[in-house]
């Protein structure tokens, strides 16, 4: 099935034209209006994905990712959403399509992995209907020419017993087992862009890698570009060519994955390396987790929407906000966007948290007090990210 | 599984023993003295007769004893002897048992046909002018007594346009036009009330149906919005409107002996009417045991047919 | 409400009413907030709201309301007025078929409904409400002597049940009717009840309450009761709507209050005799009794989703 998805035209790599990306987000913004006012859950994100490139959105729960994801695909249901900016897909503006010709889309050209595999399977549908009823609506397969497909895909996921498994309700899978089928749905039609949102936070430790290492190959050998959305930094580390770092609905860090490790720029992504459970520690020293919580989206601060919480603050970060712009000269080069003053790594930055230290702002303090095991803790996830990434590179070669 | 039916069949027939217990215990004990029924009123001072009437019939038993032979009886089909007419009762409830079934089944069907799509467009259109009409008219339809609504049927349909016979009944062996026509008023001073309830629950399933994850990801997958609706939606709502239709069956018992009253119609109900109003204790009895046990046992039968329709049940139990 | 006819909807509370499935908290705060809650309605709500104190003052103060006639008195016996009349000045919905003013009959079968459904209501609230709170608070035997009532009484249908009393007491009246509904009524609003006492036991302060050596009976009175209420008031609204329905529909079959006395549902089936000649007379009656059970059912809902609402945004 790759080898017949490489030659379909349009969707393999080879007919596409290198200026062109795929994807192209230019500031996005959505909003839900609700009673207590608007909730400004995305703020004005831009990101471009090539064909056959994975993209990582990282953040914390109420970052904006999955209304992101959602609004690229334009999924955010209810009357009270609204939606603006550019989101250009294989050179069709997707905001300005009548909904119908949007609706062809999904599934087909743009699929999405969701969060809970617990519940977006239908508890009273067998899974077999379920895994090709779009298959055969879509693409007008058959009933057998269906059947046959859906056992080739439960096998391709690694699910055993593949054809008794057909017969089977969702409730009597595991969790895991679940979201492997929700992924061969959504490869089914073997759509050129796949969102993944959050595919593994309700799995278990151990079903997550399994997980995580099934969609990179099938995303390798489909050669689909890929949007994986997540909480953890230590997911998207030698898992995906890019990563965007969401914060309050905006875009605070963005770099070449591997760049990113290296030469993290944003306070916030390091606040969200320090929090990454390490395998190797006791899985309750998440020592440093940020202090405080995000913002309320209804009710943004001016200036920074992580001053509050952030270790290097200054006055200056209260007052206005920072632009999104190119993180110096390392070696990100002007693929390296930042959102910040004082940014990790320069000198402005360390003046900035020594100045917060000898004023014991507690968050630095906090900071300063786990550093030991802060900066192992990068190191640590320096060294996997190149590691991963090499198998990654010699996986895909 | 098994244990859960067996379970659920235990309870079953006990609730049915208390039932016929209770319905036979309050006809033996309560004042009125059901020998005075069985003689004439000028033989009531007669005492020597009283009692040899109370021995022939076994009144003189202790109440357990009678119970038990009572129940023996019943269990085979013998539910004692009208003490107006003299005939079996059991024989006086077999010809109407149709009657009332069909009246049942056409309330049934009418509430089915038009209250699930009606509810499913109102649903799924939330908020609609068309929703709010259908839920107006719902509201209406609760608040109209089935008698009120039979005589406003009876006026229209059977007065003014004498479209219809305002009473009695058409065996359908006899013909079935005018059967058709003798279930139509009954079965709609019925139904209205079934197909609010119906389309409102409905109604409140689908649009909470409509919000779960998986008609999100069934969208994502690039079905059309009526499949999802037909297939991913309805199903999963439709196993409460299952046992709620179930529930109401068992709850029209009371809906019918009201409509068969005011349409005169030789059901079940009717005959219970007329033995309240003969004071024939066995008739009496005999119609509460059997439309209680029929109640139970319609109630609990919705409780099996759910175990069997959902699959997470199915499976866990 | 389901079940026009008969007390089905509130034998299945566990599953078919939606208080059941959701059981909001809900407090009415009477005086001030009643008021509130009035002008917050939507007009259509609002109407609704101010038939039933309309209906609800008629009933009670009907023997005072000056110019009322009796509702018994047969005019046409003393050669006063004629049946089946029209509306007039004399009398203003006319007069029925044997010349009684039918506003008077449509103010006291208001009082009539209010009683049956207020002597009901009231029975299930105190006995039903009571006996729950304390079986699902004290457990163990008493529990089970209750369920075992309440299991029993749910098995019957209830106008088979009422039938089968009727005939069997051999009496009919008001008095009867409300004792033999409000027999059965005490089942579900005990079901209720006893399910609000056992999640209301495991709360911290009853647990505290024990802790500190408070009597049993003192923690029936003073926390588990004053819990379990709300529920049951709220719910009694449901049942409102269904008792005025069982009222006018026994009546009507002529098993209910006796005749004379008004009552809606007697006063149609006397009409109704004279369906083919005059239907006006049938026409107040029915109004009446199908805007008072509108009217409930509309409040209700109402409140019901506005106190949901209201708990979920705190
Ligand atoms: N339908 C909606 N109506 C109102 N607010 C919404 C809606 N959907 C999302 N939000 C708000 O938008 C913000 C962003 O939510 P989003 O689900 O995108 O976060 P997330 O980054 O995906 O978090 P998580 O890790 O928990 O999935 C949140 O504050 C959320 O409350
Ligand atoms: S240093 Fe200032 S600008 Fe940078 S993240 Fe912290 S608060 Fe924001
Ligand atoms: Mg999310």
């Not at chain 3, 163990?140 to 209750?146: M, N």
Request: hydrophobic letters at 45%; aromatic letters at 6%.
């Amino acid at each position: 099935m790759p080898a017949e998805n490489a030659s379909t035209p349009g969707t393999g790599p080879v007919a596409v034209s290198a200026g062109s990306p795929l994807l192209r987000v230019d500031d996005l913004h959505t909003s839900f209006h609700v009673a207590a006012g608007e909730v400004r859950a995305v703020r004005g994100v831009s990101l471009t994905l090539d064909r056959g490139r994975t993209l990582g959105i990282v953040g914390e729960s109420g970052s904006g990712k999955t209304v992101l994801a959602r609004s690229i695909m334009r999924l955010n249901i209810g009357g009270n959403v609204s939606t603006s900016g550019n989101v250009e897909f294989e050179g069709r503006d997707l905001l300005d399509l009548p909904l119908k010709a949007m609706k062809n889309l999904w599934g087909t050209e743009l699929a999405m992995v969701f969060q809970d595999p617990m519940t977006s399977l239908n508890p009273v549908v067998r899974v077999g209907r379920q895994l090709t009823e779009h298959v055969r609506s879509n693409l007008g397969a058959g009933r057998g020419e269906a059947r046959q497909m859906a056992i080739d895909l439960l096998r391709e996921v690694r699910i055993p017993d593949a054809e008794a498994r057909l017969r089977a309700f969702p409730h009597e899978l595991s969790g895991g087992m679940r979201q492997r089928i929700c992924i061969a749905i959504a490869l089914a039609c073997e759509p050129a862009l796949l969102f993944a949102d959050e595919p593994t936070t309700a799995l278990d430790v151990t079903v997550q890698h399994q997980i995580l290492n099934l969609l990179g190959r099938e995303q390798r050998d489909r050669e689909m570009a890929m949007i994986l959305v997540t909480h953890d930094l230590g997911v998207v580390a030698g898992r995906t060519d890019d990563t965007i770092v969401m914060y309050a609905g905006k875009v605070v860090e963005q770099a070449p994955t591997r760049v990113l490790f290296t030469e993290m720029r944003h306070p916030y992504s390091e606040a969200l390396l320090r929090s990454i459970p390490r395998i190797g520690q006791r899985s309750h020293t998440r020592l440093s987790a940020i202090t405080g919580r995000p913002p309320d989206p209804i009710d943004i601060p001016p200036g920074c929407p992580f001053s509050p919480r952030c270790p290097y603050v200054q006055q200056k970060c209260r007052e206005e906000p920072p632009p999104l712009v190119a993180a110096g000269d390392g070696a990100g080069g002007a693929s390296h966007l930042s959102a910040c003053w004082y940014p990790v790594g320069t000198d402005a930055g360390r003046d900035a948290f020594a100045r917060n230290l000898a004023d014991r702002l507690p968050q630095t303090v906090v900071v300063a007090e786990g550093s030991e095991f802060a900066e192992s803790a990068a190191a640590n996830a320096a060294a996997e990210a190149t590691a991963a990434n090499g198998s990654f590179e010699g996986g895909g070669a | 599984m098994g244990r859960l039916i067996a379970g659920r069949m235990v309870r079953l027939v006990a609730t049915l023993l208390l039932v016929t217990f209770v319905t036979f215990m309050a006809t033996s004990l309560l004042p009125g003295d059901p020998v005075n029924a069985l003689i004439p009123i000028e033989a009531q001072q007669d005492r020597e007769f009283v009692e040899q009437v109370r021995e022939e019939w076994g009144f003189n038993d202790p109440l357990l004893v009678r119970y038990g032979r009572w129940l023996g009886d019943a269990v085979r089909g013998d539910l004692g002897d009208s003490y107006v007419t003299g005939r079996p009762i059991i024989d006086e409830i077999t010809p109407r048992l149709p009657v009332t079934g069909e009246l049942m089944v056409v309330t049934v069907l009418l509430g089915i046909l038009i209250g699930v799509p009606l509810g499913l467009v109102s649903g799924y259109r939330e908020g609609s002018r068309a929703d709010k009409a259908v839920s107006a008219v719902a509201q209406f339809g609760l608040s109209i007594p089935n008698f009120v609504l039979g005589l406003v049927l009876i006026y229209v349909f059977a007065i003014k346009l004498r479209w219809l016979p305002a009473t009695g009944w058409t065996r359908i062996s006899d013909s079935v036009t005018g059967n058709l026509k003798s279930v139509a008023m009954p079965a709609i001073a019925l139904a209205v009330a079934e197909v609010a309830v119906y389309l409102r629950v409905l109604r409140s399933d689908i649009i909470s149906t409509l919000k779960e994850n998986y008609i999100l990801s069934a969208r994502a997958k690039g079905l059309k919005d009526r499949f999802i609706l037909f297939r991913h939606a309805l199903r999963p709502s439709s196993l409460t409107l299952t046992t709620l239709i179930g529930l109401n069956i068992a709850g029209l018992i009371t809906g019918t002996i009201v409509i068969e009253q005011l349409f005169a119609i030789p059901g079940l109900g009717r005959r219970l009417f007329s033995a309240v109003f003969q004071r024939d204790y066995m008739m009496v009895q005999g119609l509460t045991v059997l439309l209680a046990a029929a109640y139970v046992i319609i109630n609990a039968t919705v409780d099996f047919i759910y175990i069997a329709i959902d699959p997470r049940i199915r499976r866990r139990a | 409400m389901a079940d026009p006819t008969g007390l089905r909807s509130l034998q299945e509370d566990g599953q078919a009413s939606a208080l059941a499935r959701s059981p909001a908290p809900f407090r009415v705060r009477v005086g001030r907030s009643l008021w509130n809650a009035f002008r917050e309605m939507p007009w259509p709500t609002r109407a609704c709201a101010s038939w039933l104190v309309l209906i609800v003052t008629v009933a009670i103060f009907a023997d005072w309301i000056p110019g009322l006639q009796d509702p018994n008195y047969q005019g046409f016996l003393f050669g006063k007025s004629k049946t089946l009349d029209p509306p007039s000045m004399e009398h203003w919905l006319g007069t029925d078929n044997v010349s009684r003013d039918i506003l008077a009959r449509v103010v006291h079968g208001a009082r009539t409904s209010l009683i049956f459904a207020g002597g009901v209501l009231l029975c299930g609230l105190v006995f039903g409400g009571l006996l729950g709170s304390a079986a699902g608070f004290l457990r163990g035997r008493f529990e089970a002597v209750v369920m075992f009532y309440v299991d029993v009484s749910l098995a019957f249908p209830a106008l088979v049940f009422f039938l089968f009393a009727i005939t069997m007491l051999n009496t009919r009246g008001l008095g009867i009717m409300t004792v033999a509904v409000a027999l059965l009524i005490i089942a579900p609003y005990t079901r209720i009840a006893r399910a609000n006492s056992l999640s209301v036991s495991d709360r911290e302060f009853v647990t505290a309450a024990r802790a500190i050596g408070t009597s049993r009976p003192r923690i029936l009175v003073r926390e588990i009761i004053p819990n379990v209420y709300p529920t049951l008031v709220a719910y009694s609204l449901i049942v409102a709507a269904v008792l005025v329905i069982l009222e006018a529909t026994l009546s009507f079959l002529g098993i209910g209050v006796p005749i004379p006395r008004a009552s809606w549902g007697g006063d149609i089936n006397m009409a109704r005799r004279d369906i083919a000649i005059n239907v006006w007379p049938m026409i107040p009656p029915i109004l009446a009794l199908v805007a008072t059970i509108l009217s409930v059912n509309v409040v209700s809902d109402w409140l019901r989703s506005n106190a949901a609402s209201r708990s979920s945004a705190l």
